[in-house]
């Protein structure tokens, strides 16, 4: 950007949240300027780029690609400036921030009002924004898309921090009601008695429970397959179909009227933590977000 020193940082902020509201009016509110104010820094970091940055696309404004180009390391330069410039005994009361959350969609379904709460108790400025999980396998935290990650953490990268929390188990869940309740529940009954619904973000009709059940020579029927777990928990409760959840989605289960049950098989357990970009590490408030989420794994799994 072909600016002055002294206007570089501004702008490569007012640059930040223009591509994470994509709307000059919410961009203004949020660095408390007026519209008209707004626009002008739009036009100069336009005239900066050589691009328009935004342009409309209907009834709202999409960034351009030139933008989503530059936008993961934008947003990595202002948040290292922030970090060098935030004293360590920041008052998170004080901070505006928002913080992008990537994770199952459980996490948000379930435990997403606690969450919020505890962040406008401990700091109001700081806005929780809750990404589902994707398809694609993507450098989602190397780019800023995504500031944390949360659930089942198997990166190996050395780009990535993480922190293992806790360790949970896959349960099924069914209908109040469901025959399969009534009497021992045995493999084999398991994977006869009922037709079953998979949770896949990738759309694949097997899993983990599959290969134990291959092992003992037994086979489910598999009628579909979902991109998310509360979207499972509303086809569990007006069917017979048999479904998987986590030990941490149970809440949302129960509170849809939903009955679970021990998977009579020996499935790996899974490893729940939270990851994150280096170069966060040493940021005050990003800090405070990772001591949050490790309480609430830490304390809300059930034992």
């Not at 994770?103 to 919020?116: E, N, S, T, V």
Request: hydrophobic share 45%; net charge neutral.
């Amino acid at each position: 950007m072909r600016v002055t020193q002294s206007e570089d940082l501004n702008l490569l902020v007012a640059l930040d949240v223009l591509l994470e509201e994509c709307s000059v009016q919410g961009a203004a509110r949020r660095l408390h300027l007026s519209e008209p104010a707004m626009s002008r820094t739009l036009g100069r970091i336009r005239k900066a780029l050589g691009d328009p940055v935004l342009v409309r696309a209907g009834r709202r404004m999409v960034p351009t690609p030139r933008a989503l180009a530059v936008r993961a390391e934008v947003g990595a330069v202002v948040e290292r400036a922030r970090a060098l410039f935030t004293p360590a005994d920041t008052d998170l009361r004080t901070v505006v921030r928002t913080f992008s959350i990537l994770g199952h969609d459980a996490i948000a379904a379930a435990h997403g009002p606690a969450l919020l709460a505890r962040a406008a108790a401990e700091a109001p400025g700081i806005r929780l924004r809750f990404l589902s999980e994707s398809h694609l396998d993507a450098p989602f935290l190397r780019e800023g898309t995504a500031d944390l990650e949360v659930g089942v953490v198997d990166s190996t990268s050395p780009e990535v921090r993480s922190e293992l929390l806790a360790e949970d188990r896959m349960v099924g869940v069914v209908r109040a009601g469901h025959p399969l309740l009534e009497g021992e529940l045995t493999p084999e009954r398991f994977a006869s008695e009922a037709d079953h619904l998979i949770v896949s973000r990738r759309g694949k009709l097997h899993g983990p429970v599959d290969t134990a059940l291959a092992e003992l020579g037994l086979q489910r029927r598999v009628v579909g397959s979902v991109g998310s777990l509360p979207a499972s928990l509303f086809v569990l409760r007006d069917t017979d179909l048999v479904g998987l959840n986590t030990g941490w989605g149970l809440s949302l289960a129960r509170t849809l009227g939903l009955a679970h049950f021990e998977v009579p098989l020996p499935l790996p357990p899974l490893r729940l933590g939270m990851a994150w970009h280096p170069r966060y590490d040493a940021d005050p408030a990003h800090a405070w977000l990772r001591g949050l989420v490790r309480e609430w794994m830490r304390t809300t799994l059930p034992d």
